[in-house]
T-cell receptor, first 114, second 112 residues
Framework: KAGVTQTPRYLIKTRGQQVTLSCSPISGHRSVSWYQQTPGQGLQFLFEYFSETQRNKGNFPGRFSGRQFSNSRSEMNVSTLELGDSALYLC?????????????FGSGTRLTVV | AQTVTQSQPEMSVQEAETVTLSCTYDTSESDYYLFWYKQPPSRQMILVIRQEAYKQQNATENRFSVNFQKAAKSFSLKISDSQLGDAAMYFCAYKGNNDMRFGAGTRLTVKP
């Protein structure tokens, strides 16, 4: 069974640009969550999608958005990039989103904003 | 709001020895789950062990076990017979009704 796949693995963008990251969950998983990991702030929750609907959202500005498609694949978008957006972005999939069934993480996308 | 605290930024253990990583959390919820995740240099967060709050019995997975003290809101991870491959960042995490909350992590070094 394939794991959670995140693409691309690395990304370098210029301040002011926008970026789209992709996450393909484990087959059959309907929930996808996104996290931002930085040395200073640690792991912070961005949002969770379940069956194409945003179910929960973290405390991030509106520049951060996401969506989920009918095949459960998810994308997150960051517009007007700032230097502080440089981070490792992790996604995690779960059958239904509850902790009972556990979360499986991908290897992340390392975003560098210059 | 729920918070998770890992008070040990770094820990070191000799190969084949035992090490315990500490974690405390704060919550007013009665139903929740606690996790320990391992993040090696490959960056992928790997689930080490999970504990349901309603279960009194401590979870065990091979060389990994937890000491769950619900009243004290403490959830420590014990690694027995440490191996070189155990070297990684370890994160304690809490999941209640809302999003999963992580501690700041403990970097574990295993000395040969």
């Amino acid at each position: 069974k394939a794991g959670v796949t995140q693409t691309p693995r690395y990304l370098i963008k210029t301040r002011g640009q926008q970026v789209t990251l992709s996450c393909s969950p484990i087959s059959g998983h309907r929930s996808v969550s996104w996290y931002q990991q930085t040395p200073g702030q640690g792991l912070q929750f961005l949002f969770e999608y379940f069956s194409e609907t945003q179910r929960n959202k973290g405390n991030f500005p509106g520049r951060f958005s996401g969506r989920q498609f009918s095949n459960s694949r998810s994308e997150m978008n960051v517009s007007t990039l700032e230097l502080g957006d440089s981070a490792l972005y992790l996604c995690a999939s779960s059958p239904y989103g509850g902790a009972r069934y556990g979360y499986t993480f991908g290897s992340g996308t390392r975003l560098t904003v210059v | 709001a729920q918070t998770v605290t890992q008070s040990q930024p770094e820990m070191s253990v000799q190969e084949a020895e035992t090490v315990t990583l500490s974690c405390t959390y704060d919550t007013s919820e009665s139903d929740y789950y606690l996790f320990w995740y391992k993040q090696p240099p490959s960056r992928q967060m790997i689930l080490v062990i999970r504990q349901e709050a309603y279960k009194q019995q401590n979870a065990t997975e091979n060389r990994f076990s937890v000491n769950f003290q619900k009243a004290a809101k403490s959830f420590s991870l014990k690694i027995s017979d440490s191996q070189l491959g155990d070297a990684a960042m370890y994160f304690c995490a809490y999941k209640g009704n809302n999003d999963m909350r992580f501690g700041a992590g403990t970097r574990l070094t295993v000395k040969p």
